[in-house]
């Protein structure tokens, strides 16, 4: 069964480096996401993608994030100088159609600001 | 702001009952609604979606009240594997989806 993969899956960092985290969406996959979820709070939306452009982005998703697609299989969401309130769980998420059909996350990447 | 409410719980139940969770959204606009199960520190996976007609999957049960602006999630016989947390969540007219702060089940044996 395809699988959306997210890697590194744990990445501990110092506060103000840069961190890029890599997710693999579904290959037939058009549309691609990026949420976020601190500890013990709710999953929250960051960016939506589709045809190599931003579609949506949440207040949340500044200056200081960035999201690419550097190839036909990689979707890539970077933060230039991270804070410890970035600390959280990034899923990525990719869906066939955009409208009323499941979004398939990946494991999740835990980034540890420190 | 748009919110999508749920009992935090935890609802202790034992094997074999029959347990109910509730949310409630606040934008009218919203035309998809869907159940995610979430174990602990892994990713949202989708249970169901949810319709104005209500629908079943096996002990699973679905339904969605628009006039109330509440989405329920109704599970028979339950089994220890069960235990997670429930995550109700609306799908917006930019189709990003809105998350619960969900619902944890435990069921014991």
């Known amino acids: 069964e395809p699988e959306v993969t997210q890697t590194p899956s744990h990445q501990v960092t110092q506060m103000g480096q840069e961190v890029i985290l890599r997710c693999v969406p579904i290959?037939?996959?058009?549309?691609f996401y990026w949420y976020r979820q601190i500890l013990g709070q709710k999953v929250e939306f960051l960016v939506s993608?589709?045809?190599?452009?931003?579609?949506?982005k949440s207040e949340i998703f500044d200056d200081q994030f960035s999201v690419e697609r550097p190839d036909g299989s990689n979707f890539t969401l970077k933060i230039r100088s991270t804070k410890l309130e970035d600390s959280a769980m990034y899923f990525c998420?990719?869906?066939?159609?955009?409208?009323?059909?499941?979004?398939?996350f990946g494991p999740g990447t835990r980034l540890t600001v420190l | 702001r748009k919110e999508v409410e749920q009992d935090p719980g935890p609802f202790n139940v034992p094997e074999g009952a029959t347990v109910a969770f509730n949310c409630t959204y606040s934008?009218?606009?919203?035309?998809?609604f869907f159940w995610y199960r979430q174990d602990c520190r892994k990713e949202p996976k989708l249970l169901m979606s949810?319709?104005?007609s209500g629908n079943e999957d096996g002990r699973f049960t679905a339904q969605l009240n628009r006039a109330s602006q509440y989405i329920s999630l109704l599970i028979r016989d339950s089994k220890l594997s069960d235990s997670a947390t429930y995550l109700c969540v609306e799908m917006d007219s930019s189709y990003k989806l809105i998350f619960g702060s969900g619902t944890r089940l435990l069921v014991r044996p």
């Open positions: 949810v319709y104005s």
């Open positions: 290959s037939n996959h058009l549309y």
């Open positions: 934008n009218s606009a919203s035309q998809s």
């Open positions: 993608f589709y045809n190599n452009e931003i579609s949506e």
């Open positions: 998420a990719s869906s066939e159609l955009v409208e009323d059909n499941e979004q398939f």
